[in-house]
């Protein structure tokens, strides 16, 4: 049992001391690919009335929400792709973006996309004109059987 305790710490301790060195990358990474300035452009949109307007700017506007996950999706040829969308309305009046998200491009076919999904999802449900995200169901097919039933059984996303 001291053996699997251990183990453990040393997890958690790996975690915490990678952390800061992985964000580090993932910010080179994303300045190597974007426009510093198009992304704040990009940040300051209703991200609600993007979407809502079909405008060109609903893909890029997505991805300059996303945090270290955009480096790998930029870096290896990957793209979202915005299979669906609804709005939901709150009691307040507002409305909030219920988001099915697909991927494109080398995400395909890759082992690390479980990941990636959990990274999209945790990082567009930061912005708070989106509310739900789920991915296409489709993906499920990209997969091994061994990664589908990964990801459907300790992903934390949810597939439509």
């Known amino acids: 049992m001291a053996d699997t305790h251990e183990a453990d710490g040393l997890e ?3 975690r915490v001391q ?3 060195i992985v964000d580090d990358e993932a910010k ?6 974007s426009d510093p300035e198009e992304d704040q452009r990009l940040l300051s949109l209703d991200i609600v009335e993007t979407l809502r307007s079909s405008s ?3 893909i890029p506007a997505l991805m300059a929400r996303l945090g270290p996950v955009r480096a790998a999706l930029e870096g290896h040829g990957g793209a979202l792709v915005l299979h669906d969308f609804s709005l939901e309305e709150h009691e307040r009046g507002d409305a909030t973006l219920s988001l ?4 494109d491009g080398a995400c395909v076919a890759c082992g690390a996309a479980p990941g990636t999904l959990k990274g999209i999802q945790d990082d ?3 912005d708070p004109g989106i509310s739900r995200v789920r ?12 990664q589908r039933e990964f990801v459907l059984k300790h992903g934390e996303v949810t597939f439509l």
């Open 28 to 33: 080179k990474r994303i300045e190597m690919y």
């Open 56 to 58: 060109e700017d609903s």
């Open 135 to 146: 991915f296409n169901s489709g993906m499920l097919e990209w997969f091994s059987d061994i």
């Open 100 to 103: 099915v998200i697909d991927l």
């Open 124 to 126: 567009l449900l930061a």
């Open 18 to 20: 990678i952390a800061p």
């Open 12 to 14: 958690d301790l790996y």
